[in-house]
């Protein structure tokens, strides 16, 4: 049998700090699977493009104007030509061997059509953090329907790959949403059927103040609620109200770990 290719999308904006890291997580991938890997830049100006020069020839990359960050990763999911896809952001990391395994669970399985796995979260400096959260959304993973889904979004993205062909029928990236278009598809994936979960650790989430989940986690948990209500079955609202107390919790955590860091570095 011929070698599944896997294609890995990195949309990029001024991510200097940290894209290398990126970059060398995914082209340093082996095993018995073709590497096709796309970055789209939109329009850096903080010395990302010298970056991605260096590694010429090992990647597809472009650098011009966009809609964001949806709008990117949609434009390399179409050109991308592989068997199983997914998509990397330009401050996170994939785990050696990630795509190795990612290739051998979808060969055991050729129903599964996505599948996803553990996750660290590290800081700017690449120091795990908050493993607390990374023991949760295992337990929750391992105990996987789509009811629990729509409760809260246990998926990490970083995690998460897809087979290809999908898109013929569910489409893409959901281009007006702008914080949790994540979740309106694994939604939209679970709906047709359970992912595989892998117990290893698959990437590592970076996590810090001015990222776009540590910046806007309130207004990302908003509309995570109004996706959940876009694919609720008939008759069962109350889905959503344990939704609601969930994400109010996990909220006021949030807040509470912030107010924590401001008084410890005043």
Known sequence: MSKPRISIVTPSFNQAPFIENTLR???????????EYRVLDGGSTDGTLDILRRYEGRLHWSSGPDKG????????LRAARGDI???????????PGALAKVAAAFAAR????????RCEIIDADDRPIRRWISRY???????????NLLTENYVSQMTTFWRRRVHGEIGYL????????????????????????????????????????GAQYDRQFAEDMAIAGRHLPAGRRAILLRKK??????????RSLGLFRRMRGA
């Open 110 to 117: 050729p129903e599964a059509e996505w599948l996803h796995g």
């Open 245 to 254: 107390l969930k994400s109010a919790g996990i909220v006021l955590v949030y």
């Open 174 to 213: 959901d281009e007006s949403l702008k914080l949790a278009f994540d979740y309106e598809f694994w939604l939209r994936l679970a709906k047709r059927g359970a992912p595989i979960y892998l117990e290893d650790q698959l990437a590592s989430f970076r996590w810090y103040e001015t990222s776009k989940s």
């Open 69 to 76: 960050q949806v709008d990117a990763i949609n434009k390399g």
């Open 85 to 95: 896809v997914g998509w990397v952001n330009s401050d996170d990391v994939l785990a």
């Open 137 to 147: 959304k295992h337990a929750r993973a391992q105990r996987h329907s789509l009811e």
């Open 25 to 35: 997580s995914v082209l340093e991938q082996q095993g018995d699977f073709e590497l």
